[in-house]
């Protein structure tokens, strides 16, 4: 059965530092996300990704986060200068075109921001 | 704005016994969608089971169904003959439909007892 994958795993990192947490959505998926929980707390959505474009975002999505889609699998979401509080897992999602709005989701990285 | 009010921040069972999350919600829209997901101790995010609210029969999967009160903004889940594997935490999830984010509620940790 298809799945969303992301890589790495468990990224650790210094404050300050640009970390890059990487995402392949099941194929024929159009619409793309990313969600964070902090340790102990509820999911966030960060940010909504289509047609090349973000969507929505959330007022967590400041100038520090990015996204991207480089290529036609990759989807990638960038903080330029990592900052404590955002150590947290940060899960990917994907959306097809016609599911009935389910949205199956990445095994998560772990961010530890030192 | 959407909220989720999960209630009991922990439960138990009995295994092989029954058990019902409690979920609530707030919103204005009259079409929209809901999910439980589970969430193991790797932390990944995995669908349990939907319900769309223009529907008015309660979603089942397996051992998982729900109690869908649309009047009362209540979406519980029910787990029948209770299995080890069944513990985790349980997060219930709001989605107007589209291309729209999930939001979440705080969750369920599920202890089930041999």
């Known amino acids: 059965e298809p799945e969303v994958t992301q890589t790495p795993s468990h990224q650790v990192t210094q404050m300050g530092q640009e970390v890059i947490l990487r995402c392949v959505p099941i194929?024929?998926?159009?619409?793309f996300y990313w969600y964070r929980q902090i340790l102990g707390q509820k999911v966030e959505f960060l940010v909504s990704f289509y047609n090349n474009e973000i969507s929505e975002k959330s007022e967590i999505f400041d100038d520090q986060f990015s996204v991207e889609r480089p290529d036609g699998s990759n989807f990638t979401l960038k903080i330029r200068s990592t900052k404590l509080e955002d150590s947290a897992m940060y899960f990917c999602?994907?959306?097809?075109?016609?599911?009935?709005?389910?949205?199956?989701f990445g095994p998560g990285t772990r961010l530890t921001v030192l | 704005a959407q909220t989720v009010t999960q209630s009991q921040p922990e439960m138990s069972v009995q295994e092989a016994e029954t058990v019902t999350l409690s979920c609530t919600y707030d919103?204005?829209?009259?079409?929209?969608?809901l999910f439980w997901y589970k969430q193991p101790p790797s932390r990944q995010m995995i669908l349990v089971i939907r319900q769309e609210a223009y529907k008015q029969q309660n979603a089942t999967e397996n051992r998982f169904s729900v109690n869908f009160q649309k009047a009362a903004k209540s979406f519980s889940l029910k787990i029948s003959d209770s299995q080890l594997g069944d513990a985790a935490m349980y997060f219930c999830?709001?989605?107007?439909?589209?291309?729209?984010?999930?939001?979440f509620g705080t969750g369920t940790r599920l202890t089930i007892i041999p």
């Open positions: 194929s024929n998926h159009l619409y």
């Open positions: 999602a994907s959306r097809d075109r016609v599911s009935t709005d389910t949205q199956y």
């Open positions: 919103t204005s829209e009259s079409d929209y969608y």
């Open positions: 999830a709001y989605n107007k439909g589209g291309n729209e984010k999930l939001t």
